[in-house]
């Protein structure tokens, strides 16, 4: 015997009638039109929509850390051929995550040659793997002791002599045949690659440029550079000021887009290979060269400027032997500075300047003990010195860098003195 169906409840049988009225009243008549959100979703439904946005999502993400980076560099890489000769130069200012990319992109070649070793590990940036395949100009100021500590004494007098030393550096390496080689180098300005990619040409290497678009939108913001630097664990003394961030961010020379992040034949990147650094005025001044020399050069500096020296018992204690000694690193120009260019530049009213004489008179020289530093004190005539000092600025104080390098093993050195002259 069949068993009653138990009647439907108010609610379920309202459920029914809706359900019915929804069918299409007539067989083959159209569908309402799909909204805008429907035709997104498409065949796929809103499960897999998300689950492909969720993935999106993190693959941008992946592409802003460092392993996200060399992940998409490569791509461009044929790692099938794990000798080929391949040179990486990388771009960027400070805190920007060249170094950091370097060491991984490394990593992941000494894999496919066989090598096992740990870019990431501890004290990976000063192994000996490490310097021995990246070459960074930073690596000669900087000093290690015997347990592995890192100390960062930078001097800006330093720096051309360093970066030459760096270049010869790569070219030892690429005679050789070794690879990869980076360049890890700030490179803001496109002359400042120049030299390497003339050697890349000249030794048959690949070059890769990696710049601040491949490492990530803060590679060139300034509060996220800064907060890196902060939390980098960086070398002893190796801070970067703020307004050193800001102006290397200022100078930066972008490429074209398709010569960054892809491996390039030397000779497409003639653009870098044929730049030449752009003279930049760092300070108007009085070109005193001859006559503060002829002036200058016969004067006795005394016993205590001397003091620590290997002159200090020699008889030719005047200014020429001093500058004729290896312990003088010269100014490229003897001048009195009257503007050094800042943020607010006063370059009209000096260019104003430019063919104008000023008769200029030594008063004395200011000195730290042992030559570290030698200064002539000047003085103009009072009219002179006024039109000079309108652009100058009130704290101007005349002199003349006689010793444009402070040495390190003299920075200790106490007491100064001054040699009075008639």
Known sequence: MAKKRPAATPAKAAGRRKKTLAKPAIKGAKKPAASAKAK???????????KAAKADKVAKTKQKTPRGVVLALSKEIDFSKPFK???????????????TVARLLLQRHLQVQGVRWNGSSAGAAISTVCRAFICSTDDYFTELDEEGGASYDFDPSCLREFHEKNRKRCLDAMELSRSPLFVDNTNMALWEMSGYVALAEEHAYAVMIIGPEQ?????????????????????????????????????????????????????????????????????????????????????????????GTDLSSSSARHLAAARASGLWRL???????????????????????????????????????????????????????????????????????MRAYLGRELLGRQGAGYIAIE
Do not use: N
């Open 331 to 401: 100014p490229e120009r003897l001048h009195v500075t009257v503007l050094y260019f800042g943020k607010e530049s006063k370059r009209p009213e000096a260019e104003k300047l430019v063919g104008m004489t000023f008769p200029v008179k030594v008063t004395g020289l200011v000195f730290v003990r042992g030559g570290g530093l030698l200064c002539a004190t000047c003085a103009f005539e009072a009219e002179d010195h006024s039109s000079l000092a309108a652009v100058a600025g009130e704290d101007w104080c005349p002199h003349i860098t």
């Open 215 to 307: 490492l990530g939108p803060g590679a060139l913001d300034l509060q996220t550079l800064q907060l890196r630097c902060a939390q980098d664990d960086r070398a002893a003394g190796k801070e970067i000021p703020v307004t050193t961030l800001e102006r290397m961010i200022h100078r930066y020379e972008k490429l074209p887009d398709d010569l960054q992040g892809r491996l390039c034949c030397a000779t497409e990147l003639s653009i870098v290979r044929d730049a030449r650094a752009v003279p930049r005025y760092r300070y108007a001044g009085l070109d005193v060269e001859t006559s503060a020399l002829e002036a200058l050069s016969d004067l006795d500096l005394g016993p205590f400027f001397w003091e």
């Open 40 to 50: 997104q979703l498409g065949a796929r439904g809103p499960a897999k929509v998300a």
């Open 85 to 99: 000769k391949v040179l990486y130069v990388l771009r960027g200012p400070p805190g920007c995550g060249k170094s």
